[in-house]
């Protein structure tokens, strides 16, 4: 297993446009969450999966925000009519169960909404 | 709710010892984490601290005192490579078990 990927690496985006970004979990991980970091900021919870079950996502998540696990494997973070303020770098993880040894991060989707 | 408080960088050099501070106020307690984030790229696990004491795992040691909701990170024999931000984070146990990390604290290493 390679890890955690996620995929594109950077989008760059008009305001008001539709962006989605993938993640591949480690493949025995049957938890996913996706956080969002800004700039000098520790990684911001968005929500999380356990298997194809979105749990919870974080209150600060407006609803032009998305996600879907639809098999319990790989994961998609949709983001509608983009705003300047949805620039960040939306990182992915996952976990066996809770995460006591640790969260599996991938490198990231920088996205910059200009 | 859950916070965490960690200085927000500290400046060392080559060779030497470093201490990274983390103090947190969680409605429940499941263990304190530790990440490594170095620039653009992924945080990385470090630690994890359930008990009091220390933990070493070669030259970065964690240590945690639940008495004083208090952790800290060590970095011996310091490395340029070292140069990163370091995240410490807790469990949100009241929803789930996820982790909420800190601020960071951007370690900078110098020759």
């Known amino acids: 297993d390679t890890g955690v990927s996620q995929d594109p690496r950077h989008k760059i985006t008009k305001r008001g446009q539709n962006v989605t970004f993938r993640c591949d979990p480690i493949?025995?991980?049957?938890?996913l969450y996706w956080y969002r970091q800004t700039l000098g900021q520790g990684p911001e919870f968005l929500t999380y999966?356990?298997?194809?079950?979105?749990?919870?996502k974080s209150r600060l998540l407006s609803d032009r925000f998305s996600a879907e696990r639809p098999k319990g494997s790989f994961s998609t973070l949709e983001i509608q009519r983009t705003e300047q303020g949805d620039s960040a770098m939306y990182l992915c993880?996952?976990?066996?169960?809770?995460?006591?040894?640790?969260?599996?991060f991938g490198s990231g989707t920088r996205l910059t909404v200009v | 709710g859950q916070s965490l408080e960690q200085p927000s960088e500290v400046t060392a050099v080559e060779g030497a010892i470093v201490q990274i501070n983390c103090t947190y106020q969680?409605?429940?307690?499941?263990?304190l984490s530790w990440y490594q984030q170095h620039d653009g790229g992924a945080p990385t696990f470090l630690s994890y601290?359930?008990?009091?004491g220390l933990e070493e795992t070669g030259r970065f040691s964690s240590f945690l005192s639940r008495s004083d909701s208090y952790g800290y990170l060590l970095l011996q024999e310091l490395q340029m490579k070292d140069s990163a931000s370091y995240f410490c984070?807790?469990?949100?146990?009241?929803?789930?078990?996820?982790?909420?990390f800190g601020q960071g604290t951007e370690l900078s290493v110098k020759p």
């Open positions: 999966f356990q298997n194809e079950a979105q749990l919870e």
């Open positions: 601290n359930a008990l009091d």
């Open positions: 493949s025995e991980h049957n938890r």
């Open positions: 993880a996952s976990s066996l169960d809770q995460g006591s040894y640790g969260y599996t």
């Open positions: 969680t409605s429940g307690f499941y263990g």
């Open positions: 984070a807790v469990r949100d146990l009241e929803r789930g078990g996820k982790l909420i």
